[in-house]
T-cell receptor, first 111, second 111 residues
Framework: DTEVTQTPKHLVMGMTNKKSLKCEQHMGHRAMYWYKQKAKKPPELMFVYSYEKLSINESVPSRFSPECPNSSLLNLHLHALQPEDSALYLC??????????FGPGTRLTVL | TQLLEQSPQFLSIQEGENLTVYCNSSSVFSSLQWYRQEPGEGPVLLVTVVTGGEVKKLKRLTFQFGDARKDSSLHITAAQTGDTGLYLCAALSGGSYIPTFGRGTSLIVHP
């Protein structure tokens, strides 16, 4: 298994909703990442987990809450989002000196 | 903060033309990756280069890593409409596990 999976593929939510994004990889990678990406722009780093511990939080607003239940799973809990949070949310993983592998992303629309 | 300057930002060409995308920095990198991304999808890894002066070929795509490991180029020969997408370079330095991304090159190949 050499892929990163993400669910759901698309998500539409209101500003008062609570939802979660899920990411899974079974490559044994010990670093997992959340990125936010706007159209035709590079991914912006949000969070990094290393060995299931949060190692980097790039000053992300608290309405985004990451969670790493185990070494294969990464969640991003969403609450009280704003329309400007609409974007493609990408999960990635890597191991050692290898490059990152990205999931297909979740297209989030906040109404 | 390490900067990775990618150019051009936008490229619109006819099928059959050749093109080159550049990624430059004043920093030395241990490795550099090129990704291709289609709208609404995650970036897909095309290649990793690690050795100064390295040249890698992937069908019509040729990737070069500069001798000093500060710059890289992606050359596409006889572009096809299927090459349309966002091309991203990303680089790692030293023992860091956080890649630096270029700003991306949005390529449109017209039939």
């Amino acid at each position: 298994d050499t892929e990163v999976t993400q669910t759901p593929k698309h998500l539409v939510m209101g500003m008062t909703n609570k939802k979660s994004l899920k990411c899974e990889q079974h490559m044994g990678h010990r670093a997992m990442y959340w990125y936010k990406q706007k159209a035709k722009k590079p991914p912006e780093l949000m969070f990094v987990y290393s060995y299931e511990k949060l190692s980097i939080n790039e000053s992300v607003p608290s309405r985004f809450s990451p969670e790493c239940p185990n070494s294969s799973l990464l969640n991003l809990h969403l609450h009280a989002l704003q329309p400007e949070d609409s974007a493609l949310y990408l999960c990635a993983s890597r191991e050692g000196g290898a490059p990152q592998f990205f999931g297909p992303g979740t297209r989030l629309t906040v109404l | 903060t390490q900067l990775l300057e990618q150019s051009p930002q936008f490229l619109s060409i006819q099928e059959g033309e050749n093109l080159t995308v550049y990624c430059n920095s004043s920093s030395v990198f241990s490795s550099l990756q090129w990704y291709r991304q289609e709208p609404g999808e995650g970036p897909v890894l095309l290649v990793t280069v690690v050795t100064g002066g390295e040249v890698k070929k992937l069908k019509r795509l040729t990737f070069q890593f500069g001798d000093a490991r500060k710059d890289s180029s992606l050359h596409i020969t006889a572009a096809q409409t299927g090459d349309t997408g966002l091309y991203l370079c990303a680089a790692l330095s030293g023992g860091s596990y956080i890649p630096t991304f270029g700003r991306g090159t949005s390529l449109i190949v017209h039939p």
